[in-house]
């Protein structure tokens, strides 16, 4: 079977086709992770400086050196990590890509944990190598070290994780990551630790997993520019860790895309170098948001799953979920999405909706008005 064929049989992203109901029906899009206003102003003048700077032709294949530089300064001053490499990438998306098929031979074994943000299964069928989940299940969405251990078999090269976590905001703790560093570590496994969500934790604190003892040696760390500035649509990610596996990020990378947005990297590097102050309010005003969309939710007869992390909650909406979501635009003027959509199991949810609340007040508040009318 192609790839094509294998990611075609995954479905199409459910992103294109709920943002394209909401643009067809007038709906508010509470569908997609995006933010609906921009990132900091100096971030901004600094990609229009660089674009007036002459800033335009391909970065090195590494990145351009400021941004570079910026990613290892915020892994020290963050975390105290200090990784031996960094790669810019097209966004996290690309450097998970190209990750999976720098590091997994065919039908070699990944490790993902469900509910999972969707381009992980197409990546790993584009390497054809086999994905095996672990089901994170409501209301907790608690990750049992026992099952973890029971989806990892000889064959497992990659554990994949997120923490935060999309869609479900669970933040693993350190005893968890403890129990998830013991497998990777006896059963020698790489962990692709994707955290785009790190400073969007509204409840307890982000531990990436590379600080974990033994840990630092096997993991590829991932991020982005995207949620955490609030510059999506640029696509500026990056990964860092130890020099032999950014070196296969990297060997793939270059012949995916090679090197680009150039001005925007040297932008990137900017925000990194923001005040801590930038971040702080960026995670306060979400959190505000959190709380007025789950109170909108309550008051709409929902049942909001509060999270304590990332752009999303989730709430049972007591039917099925898949049914509810195809008819309220229509019928209430508001785009979701089924969380069916981010598990292979498509029963361990059936009955919950995400909502992304990375949006104005206002619109969220228009969006709690309209969703009120579902009690009449
Ligand atoms: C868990 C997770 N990883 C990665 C991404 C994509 O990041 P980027 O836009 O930097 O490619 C997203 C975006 O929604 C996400 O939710």
Known sequence: MTPAARVNGLGTTIFTEMTALAVRTGAINLGQGFPDSDGPAEVIDAAVAALRGSENQYAPLPGVP????????HQRAYYGLEPEDVLVTFGATEAIAAAILGLCDPDDEVVIVEPYYDSYAACIAFAGAQ????????????????ALRAA?????????????????GLVLSRGELGAVAEVCIEHDLICLSDEVYEHLVYEG?????????????????????????????????????????????????????????TPLQHAAAVALRLPGTYLESLRDSLRAKRDQLCAGLAAAGLQPLVPAAAYFVNADVGQDAAQFCATLPERYGVVAIPTSAFYDDKQAAPTLVRFAFCKRERVIAEAAGRLAGLEA
């Open 66 to 73: 400021a941004l570079r530089e910026a990613v290892l300064e």
């Open 205 to 261: 604190v982000h531990i990436p997993p590379a600080t974990l003892p033994g840990m630092a040696e096997r993991t590829l760390t991932v991020s982005s520019l995207g949620k955490s500035f609030s510059f999506t649509g640029w696509k500026i990610g990056w990964c860092s860790g130890p020099a032999e596996l950014v070196a296969a990020v990297r060997t793939i990378k270059q012949f995916l895309t090679f090197a680009g947005g």
């Open 131 to 146: 994905r095996r989940t672990v089901t994170l299940r409501p209301p907790e969405f608690a990750l049992d070290p026992d």
């Open 152 to 168: 990892v078999t000889p064959r497992t090269r990659v554990l994949l994780l997120n923490s935060p976590h999309n869609p479900t």
